[in-house]
């Protein structure tokens, strides 16, 4: 992890490079990170702990920083268990120590943990500071960004805002490399439903002095990239589009559909779009999740299965409903060989999405495309094309 410019602020966090699911359900073939820091001025504040799986590795980098020191304080911004999983432990290795949190904090560190924190428990409001010396935390609240209790906090001298999950990345916390698909990816699927939480918090980073944000995942950022993830955040939680293109998502048994979804990309591509080709049985689902917060349309094909639409694409659906994606503009094409039901279950599901667009026509096909679902395509393609 790169060091701020500000040396009393030090790095502690752990890098987890053998994790493979995160939440039980996010793939991270590059593992995450579980960041930390430690302040060292007059008095020692250590910012949230990490995950058990790296608890021990985690408690040598703290001693190190502390150079022989004790902590004062240690400052819960989220109590997730990967940033709040090693509360307990550092709590009994220094009894002195004042956990720093708020109002919702410390129920949940008492349910999490077993243990009753609060003759040691300080609870901080909106707008309320700690002075460490030189340093001074502000806190924030940012209920739902993305669990209840969360915050955040300003540090005025640095210059500095620590983001709880806020602008966080999956995989290391190296800054080298692109930020944006990893990010959007995490951000989409962790935060993505609380998109009114997140333009409160940055309504509320709009009047700070703010050079570094460190967030609890992910890469430390400053300058141009910082830039940059303000400039995506705004945007990902407004639910608008990044770019004008075409997601086309398809759930296939036996090809046919697959062979159909691929010829219309083609069309759409031929049309000057912008497409992502994403098979719906096959994909990592939290990736397509991102791929239509990224795109201003999608092409929705589907098989139909068991008088319904075959469970993968009702699982993307399912996926895009709880994230509140909205604002969008959706083609259709169901497959059924001798009953086609896929289109009324994907129309169903789609009138639970905000302010979607449907294009005509709306295509079906019975087993394989024939020249009349050909042309269809061609049609649907040039709708989609000018209406996104």
């Given at each position: 992890?790169?060091?701020?410019?500000?040396?009393?602020?030090?790095?502690?966090?752990?890098?987890?490079?053998?994790?493979?699911?995160?939440?039980?359900?996010?793939?991270?073939?590059?593992?995450?990170?579980?960041?930390?820091?430690?302040?060292?001025?007059?008095?020692?504040?250590?910012?949230?702990?990490?995950?058990?799986?790296?608890?021990?590795?985690?408690?040598?980098?703290?001693?190190?920083?502390?150079?022989?020191?004790?902590?004062?304080?240690?400052?819960?911004?989220?109590?997730?268990?990967?940033?709040?999983?090693?509360?307990?432990?550092?709590?009994?290795?220094?009894?002195?120590?004042?956990?720093?949190?708020?109002?919702?904090?410390?129920?949940?560190?008492?349910?999490?943990?077993?243990?009753?924190?609060?003759?040691?428990?300080?609870?901080?409001?909106?707008?309320?500071?700690?002075?460490?010396?030189?340093?001074?935390?502000?806190?924030?609240?940012?209920?739902?960004?993305?669990?209840?209790?969360?915050?955040?906090?300003?540090?005025?001298?640095?210059?500095?805002?620590?983001?709880?999950?806020?602008?966080?990345?999956?995989?290391?916390?190296?800054?080298?490399?692109?930020?944006?698909?990893e990010a959007r990816r995490y951000y989409t699927n962790i935060v993505?439903?609380?998109?009114?939480?997140?333009?409160?918090?940055?309504?509320?980073?709009?009047?700070?002095?703010?050079?570094?944000?460190?967030?609890?995942?992910?890469?430390?950022?400053?300058?141009?990239?910082?830039?940059?993830?303000?400039?995506?955040?705004?945007?990902?939680?407004?639910?608008?589009?990044?770019?004008k293109g075409v997601l086309v998502a398809y759930a296939s048994i036996?090809?046919?559909?697959?062979?159909?979804?691929?010829?219309?990309?083609?069309?759409?591509?031929?049309?000057?779009?912008?497409?992502?080709?994403?098979?719906?049985?096959?994909?990592?689902?939290?990736?397509?999740?991102?791929?239509?917060?990224?795109?201003?349309?999608?092409?929705?094909?589907?098989?139909?299965?068991?008088?319904?639409?075959?469970?993968?694409?009702?699982?993307?659906?399912?996926?895009?409903?709880?994230?509140?994606?909205?604002?969008?503009?959706?083609?259709?094409?169901?497959?059924?060989?001798?009953?086609?039901?896929?289109?009324?279950?994907?129309?169903?599901?789609?009138?639970?999405?905000?302010?979607?667009?449907?294009?005509?026509?709306?295509?079906?096909?019975?087993?394989?495309?024939?020249?009349?679902?050909?042309?269809?395509?061609?049609?649907?393609?040039?709708?989609?094309?000018?209406?996104?």
């Amino acid at each position: 992890m790169v060091q701020l410019s500000d040396r009393a602020i030090v790095p502690v966090g752990c890098y987890d490079e053998e994790l493979r699911l995160f939440e039980s359900q996010y793939t991270v073939p590059y593992g995450v990170s579980y960041n930390s820091y430690v302040i060292l001025d007059e008095k020692v504040a250590i910012l949230d702990t990490v995950d058990p799986r790296k608890t021990e590795e985690w408690l040598g980098n703290v001693e190190k920083a502390l150079a022989g020191r004790t902590p004062d304080y240690l400052i819960i911004h989220h109590m997730e268990p990967d940033h709040a999983g090693s509360i307990a432990v550092l709590a009994e290795k220094y009894p002195a120590m004042t956990l720093v949190g708020n109002a919702k904090t410390f129920p949940m560190a008492a349910a999490f943990t077993g243990q009753d924190f609060s003759g040691r428990a300080l609870a901080v409001g909106e707008g309320e500071s700690l002075a460490l010396g030189s340093h001074t935390l502000t806190f924030y609240m940012a209920p739902m960004v993305h669990w209840p209790e969360v915050m955040v906090s300003h540090e005025s001298s640095s210059k500095t805002l620590f983001s709880a999950d806020g602008f966080g990345r999956f995989g290391s916390p190296d800054p080298a490399g692109p930020w944006v698909d990893e990010a959007r990816r995490y951000y989409t699927n962790i935060v993505g439903k609380y998109g009114s939480s997140v333009q409160a918090l940055l309504s509320k980073a709009k009047g700070l002095d703010i050079e570094a944000v460190c967030p609890l995942h992910g890469p430390i950022l400053a300058g141009e990239s910082l830039a940059l993830a303000l400039e995506k955040y705004d945007c990902w939680s407004r639910y608008a589009p990044e770019e004008k293109g075409v997601l086309v998502a398809y759930a296939s048994i036996h090809g046919n559909t697959a062979r159909a979804a691929k010829e219309l990309a083609e069309l759409l591509k031929a049309e000057g779009v912008c497409v992502e080709v994403i098979d719906l049985a096959r994909h990592d689902p939290a990736e397509a999740v991102a791929q239509a917060f990224r795109f201003s349309g999608l092409l929705l094909a589907a098989s139909s299965y068991d008088a319904g639409v075959f469970p993968p694409m009702a699982q993307f659906l399912a996926r895009l409903k709880s994230k509140g994606l909205k604002d969008r503009t959706v083609g259709l094409m169901e497959n059924g060989s001798w009953g086609p039901t896929a289109m009324r279950v994907m129309l169903a599901e789609l009138e639970t999405l905000k302010d979607l667009r449907l294009v005509e026509p709306k295509i079906t096909i019975r087993s394989a495309a024939t020249a009349e679902n050909q042309e269809q395509m061609k049609t649907l393609a040039q709708a989609l094309a000018s209406a996104i």
